[in-house]
C-alpha cells in the first residue's frame, strides 16, 4: 500500500523536490504526451483551442477538417460569413459566442500583426478569444516557447497533488511555474492534462493504479484496491 504524504507542514524545498519528482513519474508514465487538438499551424491551434472550450478535443477534431479546408487565413475567417461559420461549428457548443471570438481574433490579427499570430504572450491575450490558457497552448504548441496551459485538469491536479490551494488559473500557473523548470512547462501541461483525463478523474480518481501514489497527499480519495481502480482507467483521447 502506498504511503499517504501528507503536504501538510512542508517545506519549500521538499515541496519542490516531490513536484519534480511527481514530473518526472509522468513523463514516464505518458512519454507520448502531446496537445491532442489537430493542427498545422498557429492559426488552426488558435481556432481549435478557441472552440475546445466547454467540447472534448474529439469533437474538436471532427470539425476542424472542413473548418481548416474553407478558412485558410486570418482574412478569410475575418470576412467570414457568419452564419455558415456557426453551422460548421455548431456541434462543439457556444458556437455563436466562438463564431464571435474566431472572427475578431482573426479581425485583430487582420489589422494589428499583418494576419499572422503572434509569438508572445503580450500580444496575444490582447486578441479577442485568446486568454492566457489559449495563448499558452499555442506559445507551447506552435512556437516552442514555454508555457503552463492552467485547464480544468490541470488545476485540479495542481491541488490533490498538494503543490498549491489556490483556484485561480493565473495564480496556478505562477506558483507551479515556481516549481518546476521553465523548460518543461509545456510538457508538464500535457502530463497533467493526460493524467488528469486517462487517471486522475474529478469524482473518482484511480488511486489504486496511480504511479504517484506514494508521493500524493490526496491518495485515497478514490479506490485504492488495484483490481477496482484499474476499471477507472481511460484511455484516450477524451475531453
Known amino acids: 500500500m502506498p504511503r499517504n504524504v501528507t503536504s501538510a507542514g512542508e517545506s519549500r524545498l521538499a515541496l519542490v523536490r516531490r513536484a519534480r519528482r511527481m514530473t518526472r513519474i509522468l513523463a514516464e508514465t505518458y512519454p507520448d504526451a502531446h496537445c491532442e487538438l489537430d493542427f498545422t499551424n498557429?492559426?488552426?491551434?488558435?481556432?481549435?483551442?478557441?472552440?475546445?472550450a466547454q467540447c472534448t478535443d474529439k469533437r474538436v477534431n471532427l470539425v476542424t477538417p472542413t473548418l481548416f479546408a474553407k478558412y485558410r487565413t486570418a482574412a478569410d475567417y475575418a470576412g467570414a460569413d457568419r452564419a455558415e461559420l456557426e453551422e460548421i461549428i455548431k456541434s462543439t457548443g457556444f458556437f455563436r459566442a466562438k463564431a464571435n471570438s474566431i472572427i475578431g481574433m482573426a479581425q485583430g490579427l487582420c489589422d494589428r500583426y499583418g494576419g499572422e499570430v503572434p509569438g508572445t504572450l503580450k500580444d496575444l491575450v490582447t486578441?479577442?478569444?485568446?486568454?492566457?490558457?489559449?495563448?499558452?497552448?499555442?506559445?507551447?504548441?506552435?512556437?516552442?516557447?514555454?508555457?503552463?496551459?492552467?485547464?480544468?485538469?490541470?488545476g485540479r491536479l495542481a491541488r490533490r497533488f498538494g503543490w498549491t490551494e489556490e483556484?485561480?488559473?493565473?495564480?496556478?500557473?505562477?506558483?507551479?511555474?515556481?516549481?518546476?523548470?521553465?523548460?518543461?512547462?509545456?510538457?508538464l501541461s500535457h502530463y497533467m492534462i493526460w493524467h488528469g483525463r486517462r487517471l486522475c478523474h474529478a469524482r473518482k480518481p484511480a488511486c489504486g493504479v496511480c504511479p504517484l501514489a506514494a508521493l500524493c497527499p490526496s491518495f485515497g480519495e478514490g479506490p485504492t484496491d488495484p483490481a477496482q481502480a484499474a476499471k477507472l482507467v481511460r484511455p484516450g483521447p477524451f475531453s
Open 42 to 52: 498557429p492559426l488552426e491551434l488558435a481556432v481549435a483551442t478557441i472552440l475546445s
Open 127 to 154: 486578441l479577442p478569444g485568446i486568454g492566457r490558457k489559449t495563448a499558452n497552448v499555442v506559445l507551447g504548441n506552435a512556437f516552442d516557447v514555454p508555457g503552463i496551459t492552467v485547464d480544468t485538469h490541470f
Open 167 to 187: 483556484t485561480d488559473p493565473v495564480k496556478v500557473e505562477h506558483i507551479v511555474g515556481d516549481l518546476i523548470p521553465k523548460n518543461e512547462w509545456t510538457m
